[in-house]
Structures are given as structure tokens and as C-alpha cells.
């Protein structure tokens, strides 16, 4: 949605009193957006799905007013953004229950919709999630939205992702976990139980935040960041893979969560929190190891 930045700042006015005045109305409308697309069948499966849609709700909740409205707008953006960066927080939830085991073996797609929204008369962006079964069968479509406020999630028709109003912007293979690690901060090697397949894929997800430099300004670092004087957090690599330190392959910096796409050397993994001085260091980061 591109508007001049006064009729924007209308809008938004508008739609904050209609907001506060008549917060059931405001619900009515997102549930229009809800139930945008063709209704699809939501077969049965073992997938969890109210689970599944209550770690979105709560992971939403934890985000506070981050991507509604009045903090958007004021901002300089809309619900484009906001949907995005709610979908960053449902690729979390997808990895941590991957990761625990509770995503019934299943993968996923992640993106948002613009859908036309009567409420402000024009286009309105809201975030998607296929549920992929291990056949990529796609067993259920989810939607999630709290830009108006109200955390609001429902069942979607499915996504035609060819579509332009369809924005991709994760897809996380159906997978299991094989092997969990913690890497201290310490600078100590960590090496892997499992000897990964010469030649075969695997992929390793790193979590979390750890201090790297405990007595000045921006102490914290993850996988892929440190915190600098601001303090701001600023691209580092931290993390070694069989002594080599680089880019992940995926990067979510709000949930401090990498993915690194790793291929088998018939010998196990070697993990290390690279760092210049390791005195004023604590913490670890949590790896997770996957079969693809
Ligand atoms: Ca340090």
C-alpha cells in the first residue's frame, strides 16, 4: 500500500478511533480478511493444529504492539512489513516445535496475502502458513493477523504462491531432528554424537544469545550478531562449523535463530563460539541438528 505520507497518517487516525470505539467491528473486519480465498477441506490428521495455532497466538502476543497498526504507520509502514516480520515469528514457532518434536514430522510455508479489506478500503497484507505433510500433501492453511489489535487466526483457503498478491518468504522442509547441542561461549569445541553421511545434506538450526562482552555497552551476541556501543545488533559470525566461520543460510535476527545447510563428511561436527577474547564471555548457543 503506497499513499502519501498525510493520508496515511489520516487513515491510520481514522481507523485508530474506529479502533478504540468499536473494537467489535474491528474484529468483524478481520475476520472478512480471514476468509479471503476459496474455503478449502481441512482433512483430519495427527498434526496438532490448535497447538499449533495457540504457540502462534502466544508468540504474537509476545510481540506486543510491534506489528499493528498505529506502531507501523507511525513508523513509516503498513501491514506489508508488519505481516512479514509476523511471519518471521511463525517460522520460529514451526522450528521450535520441529525441534521439539511436536510438529508431527510435517514442513511448512510461510509468507502473507493481500487481500482487499472493505475496513480501510484498499489492499491489506496478513501472514500465511501452509502445513506440509511428509508427502507435500498440504493438510492445512492457517492465517494470522494482529494488525488491527486483535490477535485474530483462522483456517485460509489454500495459497496460490504463483499469485501477486502471494508473498513466499520461508519454506521449512518436513524433517527430524537427529542430535541437540549446546556450544558454550567459552570457546571449547562441542562435537556431535552422530558422524554425518559423507556427501548427504543436513541442516543445523543455532539459537539464542550469549554475552560476548560482559562489562561494556552491548554485551549480547547470537549466532550471526553482535550488539555494538548503541547498542544495536551488527552482523558478526560468531559460529565455526568444522572450523569454518560463515554466513548462515537463513537468518531471523528478532528470534536470534540461523540455519545453516550443511553437507555430511563422514566424520562428526565440530561446533565453536569463535571470539577474539573469551574472559568476558557467558552463555552458550542451542543447536539443533536436521536430517535435511
Ligand atoms: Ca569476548
Redesign the pocket.
Known sequence: MTLHPTRTILIGSLALIHLFSSPAGAQTRMQAVGVLGKAAPQPTSSFPLETFKNKIRERIKGTGPRDTLPNRVLGGESCVEASRSRAIEASYVIQSMQANGEFANCGARVGTRSGWNAGFGSLHTYTVVEIIALDGKVIHTVDADNYMGPIHISNHGRIDWDDPNSYLIDEIPARTWLEKLTVPANGDDVRSEKVLKQGEDYHLVASGVFQ??QGETGTQADAQHEENDDPKFVPRSFLSIDGITRKADKSYLEPHTYGYDIVGTGAPLILRIE???????AGSLSIVLYNQ
Open positions: 560476548y562482552d571470539d577474539s577474547g573469551y574472559d568476558d564471555n
